[in-house]
T-cell receptor, first 114, second 110 residues
Framework: ETGVTQTPRHLVMGMTNKKSLKCEQH?????MYWYKQSAKKPLELMFV???????ENNSVPSRFSPECPNSSHLFLHLHTLQPEDSALYLC?????????????FGEGSRLTVL | SQELEQSPQSLIVQEGKNLTINCTSS?????LYWYKQKYGEGLIFLMM?????EEKSHEKITAKLDEKKQQSSLHITASQPSHAGIYLC??????????FGTGTRLQVFP
């Protein structure tokens, strides 16, 4: 098993669809993150979960809804998205208990909103 | 809020040439990370610098954090096609989240 696994790798959805991105880490980490990567923009932090509790919501629109049922799994529920939400969504994990230290990233989920 | 600016934005070099990528922070750096990303994939950790003046090397890649702790450079010696990708710097500012620069896209041609 690779450290951080994201599914699906590619997703195409209409603006009225509801879909979810899934992230799973097998590293025993306690913190998990969602980042958004758009063309020609810095990687944008969306959400941070530390010990299953959300510790950061970086002013993300409510059409993105995270869920962290346990320290190993992180979901990003998507509904009524806009074309500008098309991007690469990266999940990462770290030891947790505060920022600092290496982040381990998944390979990303490429989202296209039509 | 803290911002990281990388330069150059893109770089095309011939195999065997040396190159340097810079990362400049708008605020003091408490920890600086370098990652590499292949197009459309996740980020791979390269190294972390924490102390002003610190220098680390991994294979042909060397990173330094300047004394004033607001800039870092990544130097690749004798570049290879395998070095191609996007290099991103990330920083622990004085907040509890890791932020990233805009990235430098490196292409190495034979």
């Amino acid at each position: 098993e690779t450290g951080v696994t994201q599914t699906p790798r590619h997703l195409v959805m209409g603006m009225t669809n509801k879909k979810s991105l899934k992230c799973e880490q097998h590293l025993g980490h306690n913190a998990m993150y969602w980042y958004k990567q758009s063309a020609k923009k810095p990687l944008e932090l969306m959400f941070v979960y530390n010990f299953k509790e959300q510790t950061e919501n970086n002013s993300v629109p409510s059409r993105f809804s995270p869920e962290c049922p346990n320290s190993s799994h992180l979901f990003l529920h998507l509904h009524t998205l806009q074309p500008e939400d098309s991007a690469l969504y990266l999940c990462a994990s770290s030891q947790g208990g505060g920022v600092g230290g290496e982040l381990f990233f998944g390979e990303g989920s490429r989202l296209t909103v039509l | 809020s803290q911002e990281l600016e990388q330069s150059p934005q893109s770089l095309i070099v011939q195999e065997g040439k040396n190159l340097t990528i810079n990362c400049t922070s708008s605020k003091t750096l408490y920890g600086l990370y370098w990652y590499k990303q292949k197009y459309g994939e996740g980020l791979i950790f390269l190294m972390m610098l924490q102390k002003g003046g610190e220098e680390k090397s991994h294979e042909k890649i060397t990173a330094k954090l300047d004394e004033k702790k607001q800039q870092s450079s990544l130097h690749i010696t004798a570049s290879q096609p395998s070095h191609a990708g996007i290099y991103l710097c990330g920083a622990d500012g004085n907040t509890d989240k890791l932020i990233f620069g805009t990235g430098t896209r490196l292409q190495v041609f034979p």
